[in-house]
């Protein structure tokens, strides 16, 4: 059974620091994607970044976090989002998601889900 744990996020000041993991197991160990996506009050999801673990770990960012965000994939369990320069828009809920299979962007494609983590981004 395909597990995901989520930890890191917190509060900060617009311009700090924080960083996300994400742990699974489960996973189709050669062909399968994790991605980060997050979701505001009333909003609907949406995508942060994604990253394969086959032909070369292929890695997509949303065009708000590029310059910011870093993700990071260790294995095929292990997942990462370095978050700098952050600004008040990034206050949200944060989730991981995976698949077995190629990369994708949209929330439809994934069907294993972590905990969302809380970020706040203060003025």
């Known amino acids: 059974q395909v597990q995901l744990v989520v930890s890191g996020g917190g509060s900060v000041q617009a311009g700090g620091s924080l960083r996300l993991s994400c742990a699974a197991s489960?996973?189709?160990?050669?062909?399968?994607?994790m991605a980060w996506f997050r979701q505001g009050a009333g909003k609907e999801r949406e995508f942060v970044s994604a990253i394969t673990y086959y032909g070369g770990n292929i890695l997509y960012y949303a065009d708000f976090v590029k310059g910011r965000f870093t993700m990071t994939r260790d294995d095929a369990n292990k997942l990462s989002l370095q978050m700098n320069s952050l600004v008040p828009e990034d206050t949200t809920v944060y989730y991981c998601?995976?698949?077995?299979?190629?990369?994708?962007?949209?929330?439809?494609?994934?069907?294993?889900w972590g905990q969302g983590t809380q970020v706040t981004v203060s003025s």
């Open positions: 489960g996973l189709f160990f050669n062909t399968n994607s």
């Open positions: 998601a995976a698949k077995d299979g190629t990369i994708a962007t949209e929330v439809v494609d994934y069907n294993y």
